[in-house]
């Protein structure tokens, strides 16, 4: 089973940018498809952002243009480059490999506000 941390999050005005990264345990992390989950207030959790280990990346409509995923297998990393962040970005952001696993890290928080 691999474990994650993130980090990175925190208050941002609308059109800023914030990067957040993700460490994994495990040895195996390099095989799996990489994704970055978000859930906001009172919503279900959603995937925003996909990396597979060819690599290829796959982003939902609502970030594409503002957000780049990327990986580094050598540091068991997954990050997430945000710019022109809007208020709707509000909320909790994971990683997880896609599918996800049960277990999920503590997030990290956005918020988006003037």
């Known amino acids: 089973q691999v474990q994650f941390v993130e980090s990175g999050g925190g208050l941002v005005q609308p059109g800023g940018s914030l990067r957040l990264s993700c460490l994994a345990s495990?040895?195996?992390?390099?095989?799996?498809?990489m994704g970055w989950y978000r859930q906001a207030p009172g919503k279900q959790r959603e995937l925003v952002a996909v990396?597979?280990?060819?690599?290829?990346?796959n982003y939902t409509n609502s970030v594409k243009g503002r957000f780049t995923i990327s990986r580094d297998n050598a540091k068991n990393a997954v990050y997430l480059q945000m710019n022109s962040l809007k208020p709707e970005d509000t909320a909790d952001y994971y990683c997880?490999?896609?599918?996800?696993?049960?277990?999920w890290g503590q997030g990290t928080q956005v918020t988006v506000s003037s």
């Open positions: 990396i597979t280990n060819t690599p290829n990346t």
């Open positions: 495990g040895s195996i992390f390099s095989i799996y498809a």
């Open positions: 997880n490999k896609v599918p996800p696993y049960a277990d």
